[in-house]
């Protein structure tokens, strides 16, 4: 009987292993060029034709990941990008990095895994390792991937091989990237634990084997909701030290002098990117399955999607100040994306800000050097192209509300003839404007 095992830990050792990566965005496409970079042929696969396209080009559509990056990898020729998936058969892994959005209801949509999983099951050979990367809720793996390639007649952990490992990216940080962040795996089988312990050990610096993919999509979604939980307290603070009149800024500078026992979360406008926003409302879900809820996370939720609604009241609260309503005001928003310096603006509060100042009757623009036009999204149309990051367009508004604090905006000169700011993120602090008796606009936080 063929050792299926024994084949593809050679063909790993060896670096003669195919690794296919299926969705090549924020963490599929940095996935496929680390593989390539550790010496494997690589096939990335997805379903905007757009993106392999581009690839092949040399071009990169993420903006921190470097088109020189995407190029040199391409020119060696290890690597190849299509959007046919009848070339999954050529694979020895396949790593599946598809979204893992909410619907409507907030309710898991797992329509990208579903069909992804038909898409390989359709073509599963002997000596496949099929990875999901895609966060979601502990049970995923086995109860969505494993029936549909058990159809095929092979067996798990003889005839193929399945495990889930989490991706932990984090866009734009300087020093942790795909590489060098410990990867969690956790094996359908002790063989399938094996041989995805092997892929990801050829490739990345550290790999944390346990004992199960449940621990593994657990893991995940327990350091999301450990960041939502922490958010939102410091959120929920915010509001409370306000009105008592106590910074919560210089309050958390205080606290995390602290050197043990203490980790500094901030306030913001609210939350934002693909992950932190979504991903702990599929253990919610999945925790009502077992007639169990999930409190805290349903209260930081609460918490962190007020903000927005929160930002907006500010923002009328400081124009009344100065004799004006939100209906009529120049109001501009500085900063689409939903963290500083990337160019990610999935989810970002500041689209809700936008509508809510909009509806509200003011007249809104935004600047955002990462973005210069607002892309059409499932939620969100704008149709709207950022101004230009100088001093003369920030001094034409009522109000600046600052969502984001991209370095383009850390410049005080900017500033110099703008009379009213909101800021969500104490960037006008860090440059030494809005205290008290300082020159400058009047500044209110949020
Ligand atoms: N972005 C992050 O920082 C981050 C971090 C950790 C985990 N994750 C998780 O990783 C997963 C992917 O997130 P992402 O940020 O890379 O999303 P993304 O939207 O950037 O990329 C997903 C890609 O998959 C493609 N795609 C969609 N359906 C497909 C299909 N059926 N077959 C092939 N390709 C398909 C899309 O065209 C897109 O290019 C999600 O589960 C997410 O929660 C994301």
Same mark, same amino acid.
């Given at each position: 009987m063929t050792d299926y095992r024994a084949g593809l830990l050679g063909k790993i050792a060896d670096r003669s292993a195919r690794v296919g990566v299926i969705g090549l965005g924020y963490v599929g496409l940095p996935l496929a060029l680390v593989f390539e970079e550790s010496g494997f042929a690589v096939t990335g696969f997805d379903v905007d034709p757009a993106k392999p396209e581009a690839l092949h080009r040399g071009e990169s559509y993420i903006r921190h990941i470097g088109r020189e990056r995407v190029a040199r990898a391409f020119a060696r020729g290890r690597i190849e990008a299509t959007f046919d998936f009848d070339r999954l058969s050529g694979c020895d892994a396949v790593l599946v990095c598809v979204p893992t959005p909410l619907g409507r209801h907030r309710e898991p949509d797992l329509s990208y895994i579903r069909t992804t999983g038909d898409e390989i099951a359709r073509r599963l050979r002997s000596g496949q390792l099929v990875v999901l990367e895609s966060t979601t809720y502990p049970g995923t793996t086995r109860e969505e991937l494993l029936p549909r390639f058990l159809a095929s007649g092979l067996e798990c952990g003889r005839g193929f091989f399945l495990a889930f490992s989490p991706e932990r990216e984090d866009p734009g940080n300087k020093s942790f990237h795909t590489q060098n962040i410990p990867k969690v795996v956790g094996g359908m089988d002790p063989a399938s634990l094996e041989v995805a312990v092997a892929l990801y050990g050829a490739a990345m610096a550290r790999v944390v084997p346990v004992s199960s993919p449940e621990v593994a999509e657990a893991a995940k979604i327990l350091e999301n909701v450990f960041r939502a939980v922490n958010i939102a307290l410091a959120n929920e603070l915010k509001l409370v030290l306000d009105r008592m009149g106590i910074d919560v800024w210089e309050v958390i500078? $205080? $606290?995390?002098?602290? #050197?043990?026992?203490?980790?500094?979360?901030?306030?913001?406008? +609210?939350?934002? +990117? !693909?992950?932190i926003p979504l991903d702990p409302f599929y253990l919610t879900w999945k925790a009502a399955e077992h007639g169990v809820w999930a409190r805290f996370i349903e209260l930081a939720g609460e918490i962190n999607t007020s903000m927005p609604r929160h930002v907006v009241e500010r923002t009328a609260y400081a124009?009344?100040?100065?004799?004006?309503?939100?209906?009529g005001s120049k109001v501009l928003v500085l900063g689409l994306s939903y963290k500083a310096d990337i160019d990610d603006d999935r989810e970002s509060p500041s689209f809700e800000i936008i509508e809510r100042l909009r509806s509200a +009757?003011?007249?809104?623009?935004?600047?955002? #050097?990462?973005?210069?036009?607002?892309? #059409?999204?499932?939620? !969100?149309?704008?149709?709207?192209?950022?101004? #230009?990051?100088?001093?003369?367009?920030?001094?034409?508004?009522?109000?600046?509300?600052?969502?984001?604090? !991209?370095?383009?905006?850390?410049?005080?000169?900017?500033?110099?003839?703008?009379?009213?700011?909101v800021d969500t993120r104490n960037l006008m602090a860090s440059l030494g404007l809005g205290g008290p008796g300082a020159a400058g606009p009047e500044v209110l936080r949020a």
């Open positions: 500078d $205080a $606290a995390k002098t602290k #050197p043990f026992g203490f980790m500094p979360f901030y306030p913001g406008p +609210g939350l934002g +990117g !693909h992950c124009l009344n100040r100065h004799g004006k309503s939100l209906r +009757g003011a007249e809104v623009a935004y600047c955002d #050097p990462y973005i210069p036009a607002a892309r #059409p999204g499932r939620e !969100h149309d704008l149709r709207l192209a950022s101004v #230009p990051c100088t001093g003369e367009e920030f001094a034409r508004h009522d109000v600046l509300v600052v969502s984001t604090a !991209h370095s383009d905006f850390k410049i005080a000169n900017l500033y110099a003839d703008v009379k009213l700011v």
